[in-house]
């Protein structure tokens, strides 16, 4: 297995610690393992407290904690534990269902722009990728109508991610069953990765069910880093049909065995209280989305930008000449601000912005994103140049 370098992963972990203004943050603003314990009525804090200290940090159970497994299986159809699998984050989940569900040779259709790990791990595995685009011009959707030209009986996955990153274009209910029978038609499976669930735009696209509960040939992976603005606990999950999770179990023994029980048992307490931390998400989002949606306005002539239908992310486009990679690195090392550049998803002159930040953040970021873009467009005239 011969893996292309991840670009905005590389790019990211020269940038991430660095800054002051991460708007380019792909998630929600982090909890305080605090904020997660105040989530309990008062009465319970205390116990809860004195439990998560009397833990032993031995290995947990190997699939997730048949707490946890039982809560994530509750937020889908006709699941149970054991269709689930907890893994460390869902960049494990992917990567284990890739092992398990291809050989080298085989088909697979995924879509593009995307997180750089749905289309190179199975161009790694050794597998045919071809890729299904989000077309700028029909605002970032993807058509069903051309993936049906794009699937064949040769195809052995699909790979699709809604709310997405990074365009936060949507898949709907609709769209979703026309994917799931192309998929059935082809004898081929939908691996759905909905790390953006339950994010929800004022003003946005209502969001579709999970996948998994579309029928047997759907996987849907999960993770806490997103929704639930966890990343530092690394959970993540799987849920899937028949066997294929005890399979993926299986191929996880090479690699992290289990996930950590400390993890494991916050995890717990986040997922039974979700409806307060999404409470106070909702917040985060219209705060970041009414800053946003002012700022672009004031710049209507030379910046380009829809707000996102779902989840926290979207691109924008810049009437500059620099090539975003330039211009990422610039406002961070120089202005402290973190935009990721739209090169690392296959756009130039696009650059990737979050609005999960602390509203503060995000506003103070924009402002020196203002800064820097006032500045080369006033000093640097050859860089004013249209990028049509």
Known sequence: MKMEPFALERWMTTWEMQVKYDIAESGILPLRARDLLELLPEGERAKALETLLGLRLGYSEARGSEELRGLLAATYENASGVNILVTTGAIEANFLLFHVLLEPGDHVVACYPAYQQLYSVPRGIGC??????????????????????????????IVINTPHNPTGTTLSEAELRCVYALADSAGATVLSDEAYRWLRVPGGEELAPPLFDFGPRAVSVGTLSKPFGLPGLRIGWLAAHGDLAARCWAMRDYVTLSPGRLNDALAAIAVRNRDSIFERNRGIIAANLETARRWFADRANWLDWRAPKGGLLSLFRYHLATPSLDLANLLA????????????????????????????????????TAECLAHLRENTPRLAAATE
């Open 128 to 157: 045919e990728v071809t890729l299904w685009k989000a077309r700028e011009e029909n605002g970032f959707r993807f058509d069903p109508d051309e993936l049906a030209h794009l699937v064949t009986p040769k195809t052995r996955l």
């Open 333 to 368: 090392e120089r202005y402290s601000v973190m935009l990721a550049p739209g090169s690392a998803f296959g756009y130039e002159h696009h650059l990737r912005m979050g609005i999960g930040q602390d509203p503060a953040v995000f506003a103070a970021g924009l402002g020196r």
